[in-house]
T-cell receptor, first 122, second 112 residues
Framework: DTEVTQTPKHLVMGMTNKKSLKCEQHMGHRAMYWYKQKAKKPPELMFVYSYEKLSINESVPSRFSPECPNSSLLNLHLHALQPEDSALYLC?????????????????????FGNGTRLTVT | SQQGEEDPQALSIQEGENATMNCSYKTSINNLQWYRQNSGRGLVHLILIRSNEREKHSGRLRVTLDTSKKSSSLLITASRAADTASYFCATFSSGSARQLTFGSGTQLTVLP
């Protein structure tokens, strides 16, 4: 079991549905991440939150909308997805998230991953 | 974009043998990390090696880093069936990109 909890484990949704993925960690980490992973491929970064503020958006389509209500929670709101969005969505957290803006020091801590949400868009 | 490339893409060995996986990357890095992913699960951090380190050990794992060649290797000694998983290297750029970028991964199968 991981210290990062993702719900639901599996999700099937139609292209007109609205759903949300949830992620929770209680390790006091201040950086949280969403990754997308297709079968037999490495994870691809989608979003990074640092101190509850969006720090990185890797040109993700607007049908994916992240939200960080507090330092322990991270949501990913889904709307009007396409079948090609079917994938494993992974949440991760790490220590040492710095404030947005020019970074003078790296996020050099290991990432702690949840077990992901397997999303199927029909 | 993918920072690291790993080889081999797939590796199959017998239990008890050693497994070596290689990772190459393109830009200057602050550190390089190795992760393991069991099928359908999240990634688990294995080891982090900083750019000023050349070798690091953790249990049956040995990681080397050659910044002049922009490459790293992960050695798993005395492999077990439970080591069967995908292994990814990941680099944290020392430039302005403040993100961890994963390599293409090696699928390791350890046969009992």
């Amino acid at each position: 079991d991981t210290e990062v909890t993702q719900t639901p484990k599996h999700l099937v949704m139609g292209m007109t549905n609205k759903k949300s993925l949830k992620c929770e960690q209680h390790m006091g980490h201040r950086a949280m991440y969403w990754y997308k992973q297709k079968a037999k491929k490495p994870p691809e970064l989608m979003f990074v939150y640092s101190y509850e503020k969006l720090s990185i958006n890797e040109s993700v389509p607007s049908r994916f909308s992240p939200e960080c209500p507090n330092s322990s929670l991270l949501n990913l709101h889904l709307h009007a997805l396409q079948p090609e969005d079917s994938a494993l969505y992974l949440c991760a957290s790490s220590q040492g998230g710095r404030l947005p803006g020019p970074i003078k020091g790296p996020y050099n801590s290991p990432l702690h991953f949840g077990n992901g949400t397997r999303l199927t868009v029909t | 974009s993918q920072q690291g490339e790993e080889d081999p893409q797939a590796l199959s060995i017998q239990e008890g043998e050693n497994a070596t996986m290689n990772c190459s990357y393109k830009t200057s890095i602050n550190n390089l990390q190795w992760y393991r992913q069991n099928s359908g699960r999240g990634l688990v951090h294995l080891i982090l090696i900083r750019s000023n380190e050349r070798e690091k050990h953790s249990g049956r794992l040995r990681v080397t880093l050659d910044t002049s060649k922009k490459s790293s290797s992960l050695l798993i000694t005395a492999s077990r069936a439970a080591d069967t998983a995908s292994y990814f290297c990941a680099t944290f750029s020392s430039g302005s990109a403040r993100q961890l970028t994963f390599g293409s991964g090696t699928q390791l199968t350890v046969l009992p």
